[in-house]
């Protein structure tokens, strides 16, 4: 019973992974469409060096750190 | 807005157009010999360039207006050769100087220098170089008392003291770590990428190395994009005095006849082999273009860390039932710790400026979790000119082996730490930037923050004395930044 049950919940993520996959072709722009994109403001690194030092800052504050990017190597910061 | 940009970019395609008009205008009023050796460097030019076109790879090739003719049949003629080598281009370079103040404790000063260098069309180099340095007091983990408090130094040599009902600092704190990063990205095809990257960070008592490497793959006509980044990182601690060893008490001379009597009983409490930290970081990453405005990010991160993760620095007060410290016991944190985290944000192109929020779930097998919001919101005042908000709010629980202090009679736990970044807490982040670009495309920007740091009642039952001092101290620090960049 339970073997069965762990096939249906690997079948229903199957199959919501599937239909993200679908959804997510049906999203998006057009390569003539990419104008917001192109801006320097709108890049997912635009203000590295804030994040980075910000992390910084958090990784030697608090308990927890990373996600944004990997959390990398270390340092004996108090 | 979006009318007012058009019109910037008509105006600067029109100036851009005048200014090729006067310069066709300079020319024809030259002479008319000069004319005919210009027609035939022309005609050169085009022959050259003609079979350079066949025998060669084609390069896109920027040629500057304001040059003169003749530096433009340069061009021409030097055409072949750039087409057939790859060159090493600075593309960018960023430098920042930040500075960190908590009022009475840790003050640090941090330069950061990048570079970024593009080695042909498909190679992309970036460099790393960063300088901080910290000084001031650090807590040391003892819980605060109504009279004074003295404590051995980290080193064995020397004493501090807390002042009663003060929460305990230790005033030696002082650092300067240099930071060295390095990575190579390179473009397979038009949707695949890979990178290769190294870490390299030592300071006094704490050397880091490490590697990292990626992969990414766009898809949906380049509007969705997997990656895939796994790192490694190897790390030396040598603590000042030596590590001491699973909870060993803090030793007073005092409490010793002589220097040297004192000595051999603090070195047994002490092992002085450098300790070894490993950590295995491996990452997975989705973005997706949601239309013309709008993106998402969506990152799974999983690290394991292996080897020494006490903080050598810290102790906890073992305190009677009257709330009076008996003694101090160096903390003692696991050797392994796994780690999880999952980080959602999405990015809007705004008519004034841009928009982001992103959400941060993290969990241990050390039992703490974390709850982090964040968002920026930028205004453009004018093409040149920005301004930023910048809000975060971060929670956090404490992990399973947080105590704020030991109970003198209890046995001890098998892990404990008394450091209030491993207890609960909630912190909160309020900033503003502003940045503008000057004529030449470089660019200033001036960062001002509030960091607020409040550790959390974690329940631990207060007897005596404790039940009337403040074992949670609030921290407030003032972030400033100034950046550079060209």
Redesign the interface.
Known sequence: MMAICGKWVKAKFLFLFVLLCGG??T?????W?????A?E??A?DN????L??ND???FS?????????????????? | MRKKRSSIQESSTQKSSTQRSSAFELASGASDKHQCKRYRNINKSLTIASFALFSAPVMATEIDDSKDMEEADKTSISLPTIASEKKLEVTKI?T?L?Y?QEPDR?TAA?G?F?LQASYGDKSELEGKLLLDT?TGA?PNGAAPQQQQQTFTRPSGNGVYYAKNGETPLDDT?K?T?L?LNGNWTETLSNTDKVNLGF?L?R?Y??T???V?SGAERSF?????AVNL?F?Y?Y?I?DPVGGRPVSWAPMLFRDDFSSQSEFKQAFDKTRDLSSSI?Q?F?L?VGF???????W?V?G?Y?F?YLDGYMT?P?KIISQIDERGTAQGYLYENRPDTRY?Q???L?T?G?LET??VDL?Y?Y?A?DWG???H?VET?Y?YQFTASL?GQIHLRY?R?SA?DFYHAFLPELDELPEYGSADS??GK?T?YTFGI?FGHKLQGGTKFSY?LEL?Q?RPQDNGDERVGQLAHLGLYEQVN?V?A?I?FAF
């Open positions: 997510c072709s999203l998006g722009v057009q390569p469409e990419r104008d917001q994109f801006r403001d709108m997912l203000e590295k060096l804030d980075m030092l910084h800052i958090y504050k608090e308990g927890t750190s990373g996600g944004r990017t990997q959390g990398g190597g270390g340092c004996g910061c108090n | 960023e920042a930040l960190y840790v941090e950061i990048n910290l650090s704190f650092d770590r930071q870490h960070s300071e008592d704490y880091s190395l490490g990292n949906n006509r380049g509007n969705s980044a790192g990182y790390d601690i930290k950590t970081d990452s973005t997706q273009l949601l239309n013309r405005y993106l990010q990152n991160s690290s903080d620095y780690k985290s999952v980080f944000l990015k192109a400026g841009v992103s941060r993290s241990d703490i979790d974390s982090t920026h930028r920005y971060y956090q992990v970044r491993l807490l912190a930037k960062r960091y740091h620090a972030i930044q950046g």
